[in-house]
Nanobody
């Protein structure tokens, strides 16, 4: 079973940057496709980005394309999300997730393991 713990969230002004980390324990994450999701107050959880097991293939939601970058260091068993040019609408709790299914799944139901989340707040 994969245990995921996110960190790196916080309060930042619009236009600023944050780097989220997702540390995994248990099996090596190289065997899992992984993703980032976010959930704003009163809204459904939405997909942000995905990475294949080896990190060769990635995809990002249109709303964050060009501003956010998903990456991973399998040697450290850690997933990252670099967030630049943050906007107030990026305010949410960010969760990382892992799946043994085909990479690129944007549906949260396709993920088997979840972290508890880290809060990102962007002020205008």
């Amino acid at each position: 079973q994969v245990h995921l713990v996110e960190s790196g969230g916080g309060l930042v002004q619009a236009g600023g940057s944050l780097r989220l980390s997702c540390a995994a324990s248990g099996p090596a994450i190289s065997g899992y496709s992984m993703g980032w999701f976010r959930q704003a107050p009163g809204k459904a959880r939405e997909w942000v980005a995905s990475s294949s097991g080896g990190g060769r293939f990635t995809s990002h939601a249109d709303s964050v394309q060009g501003r956010f970058t998903i990456s991973r260091d399998n040697a450290k068993n850690t997933l990252y999300l670099q967030m630049n040019n943050l906007k107030p609408e990026d305010t949410a709790v960010y969760h990382c997730a892992a799946t043994s299914s085909v990479w690129g799944t944007t549906d949260m139901r396709g993920y088997d393991y979840w972290g508890q989340g880290t809060q990102v707040t962007v002020s205008s």
